[in-house]
């Protein structure tokens, strides 16, 4: 009963970061809202009996694309300061 409740706690959770991911204005905001439907994804994968899945997805999926992210944004923002 207990993971029935939490599964649809982070399912919720998650389409509703994914609509911040989608919708919001500021670039910083919609990338910290996809690494968290990411990282739910990968408690939902490790509630769903997949260790191995869990841990790529918040590796990459969360970690590593987040962070790649945030360091396009950064060098996008300072080729355009210096035009």
């Known amino acids: 009963m207990i993971n029935l409740i939490i599964t649809l706690f ?3 959770t998650m389409l509703i970061m994914a609509g911040v991911a ?3 204005k ?3 905001v919609a990338i910290i809202a996809a690494g968290v439907v990411s990282l739910f994804a990968s408690v ?3 509630l769903l009996a997949a260790p191995d899945v869990a841990m790529t997805e918040a590796s990459i999926g969360s970690g590593l694309s987040t962070i790649i992210f945030f360091y396009v944004l950064n060098k996008i923002r300072k080729t355009n300061d210096s035009k």
């Open 44 to 46: 939902m994968y490790l």
């Open 10 to 12: 982070l399912g919720v």
């Open 22 to 24: 989608i919708y919001h």
């Open 26 to 28: 500021k670039l910083s």
